[in-house]
């Protein structure tokens, strides 16, 4: 996507569900909803209508993401249908930093220059197919897919299917296959944990745990102890162990596999766990403790993607020993003008709308000079810095994994928009109550600075009533919200006990 002077051009824009996967497009299945709610996952400025379910199916995040663009007037921005072949810099770079854009439409190129850069293409396109990775696999005599090709369950009824991958998209298609097929069977290397998008008291699970104040704990705590709460909390649904899935480091702070159903279906029989396959035969998989599924019909692998920009110089995103090198998982930091930026590549338990918001107004900001980039040094400096507390949160990965609060207000302080928590405690103690205890959610940056938006206060304040109505269509009794102090004293009870334990021994 280019930028200049208003104009706006992408990557064709994708319809949500096709019956099939395009190439160089990304790809869903029918039955997808969000793992984010609604509250946490919307555009700062523009709240889900209040009916809208918590946890949305894919067709009521595009008809909510239509609305947005027919609201905002951005319609008249983006060319569809139109495929950007080629990004490189412009002769005159070192002077304009402006860049070539080669696209097609109907079989026809046009070459514009443009001013900037924003790639949103996300990371969902290339899929990641390791078959090298899987001796015998060759000799294979059933199907075997990506699951990015997976649309629906009918062409698996009756079936034996090995689902390799235990991440969202490999429960979410072994749990729907359970229903139809005869076995499922789910094979992973390092197991995850698995969280249900309903968490305390029936209230979504990000509007419980991504909190100002739970996250100041984490960050505060001795590792010891957060790590001792975090594995705590995660086997409070049930017990890892005794289902297969506890991951092999479990007090990495990996994103864990959101499922309502995946533990009543190992249960139930119809879903099993196994670990990585050592090997194939023509019918079988082997794996590493030397069990055997045998009979298999279908191999899904559901094994992620790739990050690939065909359209643009690799040396540029991937500035060092082949690594994705960017500031802030945004600019990279050898470029000699500062006018390209990749928006949504940076993973973190947060959504990714409110995250490539605020991305991209601060790359606006930087585009227009408003706001200036650190020294190349600096850069490779916080980059080396960011990727060691990553190695230490989230283990080794090859995505840019980061903790999205810690992010958000990075961010926002770069441009102004970061909430000022102990001005709102002298100023509005009611919002600054809600804004630090209560959940972290995309309004918060929209309340000051450039970008303010005046109906960010009620929208924080009213974001309970909005959660809960759509869950209360049959009303009995007055409708419940978190109490925080409750909730502040039950989390300080630990580490007071502790405290206490300590006084006493020692």
Same mark, same amino acid.
């Given at each position: 996507m280019g930028v200049i002077r208003g104009r706006e051009l992408r990557c064709r824009v994708p319809a949500l569900r096709q019956d099939h996967a395009e190439e160089g497009r990304a790809s869903i299945y029918q039955s997808v909803f969000t793992n984010s709610s609604k509250e946490m996952m919307c555009f700062p400025d523009f709240p889900y209508p209040d009916d809208y379910?918590?946890?949305? @199916? @894919? $067709? #009521?995040l595009q008809e909510y993401i239509k609305t947005f663009a027919? #609201?905002?007037?951005l319609l008249r921005y983006i060319q569809f249908e139109t495929l950007v072949s080629s990004i490189k810099k412009c002769p005159s770079f070192l002077v304009t930093g402006q860049w070539e854009v080669v696209s097609e439409k109907d079989g026809k190129q046009e070459s514009t220059i443009f001013d900037a850069i924003m790639i949103c293409s996300g990371h969902h396109v290339?899929?990641?197919l390791p078959t090298d990775s899987f001796p015998g696999l060759h000799q294979f005599q059933g199907h075997y897919l990506h699951s990015r090709d997976y649309k629906d369950p009918d062409a698996f009824k009756g079936k034996r299917v090995l689902v390799i991958g235990l991440g969202n998209s490999g429960s979410d298609i072994a749990v729907e296959l359970s229903r139809l097929a005869t076995q499922v069977v789910i094979s992973t290397r390092s197991g995850s944990w698995v969280m249900s998008r309903v968490w305390d008291n029936g209230y979504p699970w990000d509007m419980v745990y991504v909190t100002r104040f739970a996250s100041f704990l984490r960050n505060a705590l001795p590792s010891f102890v957060s790590d001792w709460l975090y594995v705590k909390k995660m086997n409070t649904w049930f017990k890892h162990e005794n289902f297969g899935l506890m991951p092999l480091n479990g007090s990495l702070r990996k994103e864990p596999v959101f499922n309502d159903e995946l533990p009543s279906r190992i249960l139930c029989g119809t879903v099993s766990i196994k670990p990585n396959v050592k090997e194939f035969t023509e019918t079988s998989a082997v794996f590493e403790d030397g069990t055997v599924f045998e009979a +298999? =019909? $279908? +191999? %899904?692998?559901?094994?992620g993607y790739d990050y690939a920009y065909p359209f643009l110089d =690799? $040396? %540029?995103i991937k500035s060092r020993n082949n690594e994705v090198t960017l500031f802030k998982g945004i600019f990279p930091p050898l470029m000699e003008k500062p006018t390209l930026a990749v928006i949504g590549l940076v993973q973190s338990l947060g959504a990714a709308i409110p995250t490539a918001d605020l991305q991209a107004r601060w790359a606006a900001k930087v585009f227009a000079n408003s706001c200036t980039l650190p020294t190349t040094n600096e850069m490779m400096d916080d980059i080396d810095e960011k990727m060691g507390k990553k190695l230490k949160w989230f283990g080794q990965s090859q995505t840019l994994q980061t903790d999205y609060i810690t992010y958000m207000d990075e961010l926002g302080s770069f441009i102004g928009a970061k909430p000022n928590i102990p001005w709102l405690f002298l100023t509005d103690p009611q919002l600054a109550l809600e804004v630090y205890f209560g959940p972290c959610s995309p309004y918060q940056f929209r309340l000051m600075g450039p970008g303010k938006w005046d109906g960010a206060r009620n929208a924080i304040l009213t974001q309970w009533d909005r959660t809960v109505k759509p869950t209360r269509m049959r009303?009995?009794? #007055?409708?419940?919200?978190p109490q925080h102090f409750y909730n502040l004293v039950r989390i300080l009870s630990f580490p007071v006990l502790l405290l206490a334990v300590?006084?006493?021994?020692?």
């Amino acid at each position: 996507m280019g930028v200049i002077r208003g104009r706006e051009l992408r990557c064709r824009v994708p319809a949500l569900r096709q019956d099939h996967a395009e190439e160089g497009r990304a790809s869903i299945y029918q039955s997808v909803f969000t793992n984010s709610s609604k509250e946490m996952m919307c555009f700062p400025d523009f709240p889900y209508p209040d009916d809208y379910p918590n946890y949305m @199916h @894919h $067709s #009521k995040l595009q008809e909510y993401i239509k609305t947005f663009a027919q #609201k905002k007037n951005l319609l008249r921005y983006i060319q569809f249908e139109t495929l950007v072949s080629s990004i490189k810099k412009c002769p005159s770079f070192l002077v304009t930093g402006q860049w070539e854009v080669v696209s097609e439409k109907d079989g026809k190129q046009e070459s514009t220059i443009f001013d900037a850069i924003m790639i949103c293409s996300g990371h969902h396109v290339y899929p990641n197919l390791p078959t090298d990775s899987f001796p015998g696999l060759h000799q294979f005599q059933g199907h075997y897919l990506h699951s990015r090709d997976y649309k629906d369950p009918d062409a698996f009824k009756g079936k034996r299917v090995l689902v390799i991958g235990l991440g969202n998209s490999g429960s979410d298609i072994a749990v729907e296959l359970s229903r139809l097929a005869t076995q499922v069977v789910i094979s992973t290397r390092s197991g995850s944990w698995v969280m249900s998008r309903v968490w305390d008291n029936g209230y979504p699970w990000d509007m419980v745990y991504v909190t100002r104040f739970a996250s100041f704990l984490r960050n505060a705590l001795p590792s010891f102890v957060s790590d001792w709460l975090y594995v705590k909390k995660m086997n409070t649904w049930f017990k890892h162990e005794n289902f297969g899935l506890m991951p092999l480091n479990g007090s990495l702070r990996k994103e864990p596999v959101f499922n309502d159903e995946l533990p009543s279906r190992i249960l139930c029989g119809t879903v099993s766990i196994k670990p990585n396959v050592k090997e194939f035969t023509e019918t079988s998989a082997v794996f590493e403790d030397g069990t055997v599924f045998e009979a +298999i =019909d $279908s +191999i %899904i692998f559901a094994t992620g993607y790739d990050y690939a920009y065909p359209f643009l110089d =690799d $040396s %540029i995103i991937k500035s060092r020993n082949n690594e994705v090198t960017l500031f802030k998982g945004i600019f990279p930091p050898l470029m000699e003008k500062p006018t390209l930026a990749v928006i949504g590549l940076v993973q973190s338990l947060g959504a990714a709308i409110p995250t490539a918001d605020l991305q991209a107004r601060w790359a606006a900001k930087v585009f227009a000079n408003s706001c200036t980039l650190p020294t190349t040094n600096e850069m490779m400096d916080d980059i080396d810095e960011k990727m060691g507390k990553k190695l230490k949160w989230f283990g080794q990965s090859q995505t840019l994994q980061t903790d999205y609060i810690t992010y958000m207000d990075e961010l926002g302080s770069f441009i102004g928009a970061k909430p000022n928590i102990p001005w709102l405690f002298l100023t509005d103690p009611q919002l600054a109550l809600e804004v630090y205890f209560g959940p972290c959610s995309p309004y918060q940056f929209r309340l000051m600075g450039p970008g303010k938006w005046d109906g960010a206060r009620n929208a924080i304040l009213t974001q309970w009533d909005r959660t809960v109505k759509p869950t209360r269509m049959r009303a009995v009794g #007055k409708a419940q919200r978190p109490q925080h102090f409750y909730n502040l004293v039950r989390i300080l009870s630990f580490p007071v006990l502790l405290l206490a334990v300590w006084l006493t021994f020692y």
